[in-house]
């Protein structure tokens, strides 16, 4: 998965890269009740545009991408920019903006400890179905109990497996994603010529909140 990930990025072959802001996300995102300021994880974030919409709606962005390609070409389209490294990762800061560049599933909760939010438009789907079930508990184990995200699935035409995007059904993103979240439907998008569909999530991390008399509940 790893390799062929960064060939797709060095080969250009990004067909998933929107060029403006992903519409659910502006429609759905201010109706979450997300809280004013909660720094945003985006899980395989590539150089997605979505990062900076977030940024302009008063979140800290913390991206993850596993290729520096996707991170340098998201740089080189923003202003003033700093770098440094720590631990397996190294960093990028742009505004409220940080992307680390590395493995997801080596970004741990002591990394994550402000962290109030996710959105989540590529990464789930990214993942071969092996790999979906780590990926949605890693997820859970980074989001502190009552966080907010926003979730965008997809579905192929049955029979068309192949991916990345992978194909995932909304049976197989409610046993994922439920035992740890809240998890609601909130729309199905139109069909696409190629046979794809999204679909759009909203989750909250299930789980006594710190400062009602418990820790943590994870």
């Known amino acids: 998965m790893s390799n062929e990930w960064i060939s797709r990025w060095r080969e250009g072959r990004i067909g998933f890269h929107r060029q403006v802001e992903h519409p659910a996300l502006v429609r759905h995102w201010p109706r979450l009740g997300v809280e004013e300021g909660a720094k945003v994880l985006v899980p395989l974030c590539g150089k997605s545009l979505d990062m900076r919409w977030l940024a ?24 003033e920019s700093s770098r440094y490294r720590q631990g397996d990762f190294e960093i990028w800061r742009q505004g ?18 402000d962290l109030g939010a996710f959105y989540d438009r590529a990464a789930l789907i990214a993942l071969p179905e092996a790999t979906r079930q780590r990926y949605a508990f890693h997820l859970a184990q980074l989001m502190p109990p009552g966080a907010r995200g926003l979730l965008i699935s997809l579905t192929r035409t049955p029979g068309d497996e192949a991916g990345p ?3 995932v059904p909304a049976d197989e993103v409610r046993a994922l994603f439920g035992p740890n979240f809240e998890v609601a439907h909130l729309e199905d ?30």
């Not at 913390?62 to 740089?75: K, M, N, T």
């Open 96 to 113: 409220s903006i940080e992307l680390w560049c590395g493995d997801f599933f080596h970004f741990h909760t002591q990394q994550a400890a």
């Open 56 to 79: 302009a709606a008063g979140h800290p962005v913390l991206g993850i991408e596993l290729a520096s390609l996707a991170i340098e070409q998201f740089i080189a389209e923003g202003g």
């Open 189 to 218: 998008g139109e069909p696409e010529p190629n046979g794809w569909r999204e679909s759009v999530w909203s989750l909250v991390r299930r789980g006594p909140r710190a400062g009602h008399g418990q820790g943590p509940g994870y």
């Open 165 to 167: 995007p992978y194909s």
